[in-house]
């Protein structure tokens, strides 16, 4: 089947080519209107699926003013087309054809490269936050953070310091600055600043001496302790909330980093997908282990489709290889067997899938000894089929060097496209195939030759008949092995008879 000399103002996703009968010429089809090709003819032939483009002198260009708006629409269409990139790129599909491409939508990630989760909550309610106040200051970020806890202190002294101006404008200390008999509330309280300063005292604890509550004020007294109580709860409150987010072990994730591609190759003779992990750090992360999810959508049986759904992808929690000991970098792997969910994944289906490989390291930092976790994902274009890391330890005098610019880096091997279950079945076939091959072999030489017994009865009959006597023990071979010396008459081993006869007298 041809199609030849077919002039086309784009190249559609999908094209119906006519059938011609056996025996005629190529079928040559003209639509009944082209449009004007701004980017010249394109001459195209396809012969068992392969598509031949080759490019010939534009046709005269029509002036604008003699155009229709559906002219000029499928004008710029076709100079849009021209820019097209001719060779499949690595975010691109092609369609029916092979030679109508579109570009792969890009899948928003779920989980960043850095570790921060690609979701936010929304119509959750205010209140749930508040009741979990602490949880909800240590999870805000440093300026935010740092408002809040000088807001708080200064919240706290301006509202007693103008209790205390409060005080002693009520009781008319204010009044009576002057006046030597008088007793107010606190001594050398003369204005709100000063008020101010005393509230700041207090809370503190500073105790400068110079502004001091005298015995004539039960309010005050009062108030005194009053603030002297919330000012220690807003001191551990406050500190204690520095105190934990300053120890987050979030920074010690920085130092725990992964490769940037993962990698799908062989590892004894079975399909395994591999990434590598590092600590940059001497100080180690005690009882590591590793966890990898796969996020994709998927419809069930019943119909019920489910956006992002997790699986489980094993890397060693049965055989116990997920707990590390990651004092130098570590390639994590995944075989593809029959419970993973990449069993039937091929190279190609690889290049059009779309899914994301969650990978999660947990530990506990050495140094402080909080629990620390580190996140990375991979998507569909970062898995690479037929790969492997490259090494990146050298042995030099007296210790282990690492080279970390090598970390990422990776080459190819030899890998068949293939999924893991046709490699299993063409390996169980090859197997099978070479079992009967031995089996039938063995049966074919057991049929041909005679029996052993029979073989042995007749050699007897004729030594006696002959009157034939043996010094010694008679082994009779029936052509497979080498006969070894037998103690006993009669004695089988194997496919050997061996007859001893003696000689009478």
């Known amino acids: 089947m041809a199609l030849e000399n077919a002039i086309l103002s784009s190249r559609p996703n999908t094209l119906c080519l006519p059938v011609s009968e056996k025996g005629e010429g190529p079928v040559e089809e003209v639509p009944d209107e082209a449009p004007p090709q701004t980017g010249g003819i394109f001459n195209v032939s396809e012969e068992l699926g392969h598509v031949v483009t080759t490019e010939t002198s534009p046709p005269p260009k029509p002036s604008n003013n003699d155009m229709s708006f559906q002219d000029k629409m499928a004008a710029r269409e076709a100079q849009a087309n021209q820019h097209r990139k001719k060779v499949q790129g690595a975010g691109q599909e092609k369609g029916r054809f092979g030679w109508g491409r579109r570009s792969r939508r890009k899948r928003q990630r779920y989980v960043e490269k850095n ?14 936050y508040l009741t979990d106040i602490f949880t909800t200051l240590v999870d805000l970020n440093w300026r935010c953070s740092l408002f809040v806890f000088v807001m708080a202190y200064a919240v706290t002294w301006l509202f007693f310091g103008a209790i205390w101006y409060l005080i002693a404008y009520l009781r008319g200390d204010l009044d009576h600055l002057e006046d030597e008999t008088w007793t107010p509330c606190v001594n050398n309280l003369n204005g709100f600043i000063s008020a101010f300063l005393f509230s700041i005292e207090t809370e503190t604890t500073i105790g400068y001496g110079h502004r001091v509550i005298t015995d004539q004020c039960p309010v005050g007294t009062m108030l005194l302790l009053l603030q002297a109580i919330l000012g220690s709860m807003v001191n551990a409150f406050m500190v204690g909330c520095m105190f934990v987010k300053i120890s987050q072990p979030n920074k010690r994730a920085e130092t725990l980093v992964f490769s940037r591609n993962a ?12 990434f590598r992990v590092g600590d940059l750090r001497s100080s180690h992360i005690v009882g590591a282990n590793m966890r990898a999810k ?11 489709f489910i956006p992002l759904d997790q699986t489980d992808i094993s890397v060693g929690f049965e055989t116990g290889d997920d707990r590390l000991f990651l004092v130098s970098p570590l390639v994590i792997s995944h075989e593809i067997d029959a419970h993973s969910p990449f069993w039937d994944m091929s190279q190609a289906q690889l290049e059009k899938d779309d899914f994301e490989i969650v990978v999660i390291l947990e530990g506990m930092v050495e140094a402080t000894g909080m629990t620390c976790q580190a996140r990375s994902s991979y998507l569909a274009e970062e898995v690479q089929w037929g790969h492997r890391f490259s090494p990146m330890m050298l042995l030099a005098e007296g210790f282990f060097d690492i080279d970390y610019g090598a970390f990422h880096h990776s080459f190819e091997v030899d890998t068949p496209s293939c999924s893991a279950h046709e490699l299993a079945l063409a390996t169980a076939r090859r197997e099978a195939h070479l ?5 039938s072999r063995l049966d074919e030489e057991k049929w041909e030759s005679p029996p052993l017994a029979d073989q042995l009865e007749k050699t007897a009959d004729t030594d006696l008949a002959n009157g034939k006597e043996e010094d010694g023990p008679t082994f009779i071979v029936g052509g497979v092995t080498e006969v070894q010396d037998q103690s006993g008459p009669g ?15």
Do not use: F
């Open 115 to 128: 570790g921060r989760c690609n979701v936010q909550h929304g119509n959750t309610g205010t209140y749930r």
């Open 263 to 274: 990698v799908i190759s062989l590892r004894d003779d079975r399909l395994c997908l591999m």
């Open 294 to 304: 796969l996020i994709k959508s998927k419809q069930t049986q019943e119909g019920e």
């Open 435 to 439: 079992y009967w091959s031995i089996s």
């Open 491 to 505: 004695e089988q081993n194997g496919s050997v008879t061996t007859d001893q006869s003696e000689s009478e007298a």
